[in-house]
Structure formats: structure tokens, C-alpha cells
Nanobody, 123 residues
Framework: QVQLVESGGGLVQAGGSLRLSCVAS????????MGWFRQAPGKEREFVAT????????FYADSVKGRFTISRDNAKNTVYLQMNSLKPEDTALYYC????????????????WGQGTQVTVSS
């Protein structure tokens, strides 16, 4: 079992920044692909970003590319999502997820999920 705990959400004005954190436990973190997803009210959960344990590659949704950065600190078992130039359409519940796969960009490829942290961007 893997436990994931997100933090760092909040209310921010458009154009502002937030950094989300997710601490993982229960699995060798260095061999776990970590991802961020989000779900806005009335919408399906969507992929945001992923950081592969194999080779350290990252991949982003087009909607956040150039504004969001995913990073990880294996010594702290933590993955981060730095969100800059936030827009009202970024408002959502953001989830951290873990996968044993080397590459994973679909929610079906992730095995474990956190409870989510709310991000609200005001216009």
C-alpha cells in the first residue's frame, strides 16, 4: 500500500502562483512514477503532469505546459507541482497519484491516489 498526502492548495488571484506538495509512504519512492491530476466541478478528472521514475522524464497537459512544473525530491519522498500564471480555469481539486509503471499519463495507469487539495483561482 502507498499513502499519499497532498498539501499547498488555497485561494489565489489570477496570475498568482501556488506550489502543491505530495508526500508518499509505503513504497520505494525512487521507483514510483508520480503524477498530478485535477477535477473541476461537473467535469471529469484530467491529467496535469507526470514525473517518471525511469530516466526522470516529465510530461504535461497542453493546458498547463509552460506554466506548471512538476519536480520530485526522492530523499523526502515528495513530489511538487509549481503552478505559475494561474487562471480561473485552473480551479479544481488537485490529486497526487502513484504508479509502478515507468510511464503513466492516464488515470487508469495509476494505482494509488491522495485525497486531493483544493485550488481556487479568482478572476
Amino acid at each position: 500500500q502507498v499513502q499519499l498526502v497532498e498539501s499547498g492548495g488555497g485561494l489565489v488571484q489570477a496570475g498568482g502562483s501556488l506550489r502543491l506538495s505530495c508526500v508518499a509512504s509505503g513504497r520505494t519512492f525512487s521507483r514510483t512514477t508520480m503524477g498530478w491530476f485535477r477535477q473541476a466541478p461537473g467535469k471529469e478528472r484530467e491529467f496535469v503532469a507526470t514525473f517518471s521514475w525511469s530516466g526522470g522524464s516529465t510530461f504535461y497537459a497542453d493546458s498547463v505546459k509552460g506554466r506548471f512544473t512538476i519536480s520530485r525530491d526522492n530523499a523526502k519522498n515528495t513530489v511538487y507541482l509549481q503552478m505559475n500564471s494561474l487562471k480561473p480555469e485552473d480551479t479544481a481539486l488537485y490529486y497526487c497519484a502513484a504508479s509502478s509503471r515507468a510511464y503513466a499519463s492516464s488515470d487508469r495507469q495509476y494505482d494509488y491516489w491522495g485525497q486531493g487539495t483544493q485550488v481556487t483561482v479568482s478572476s
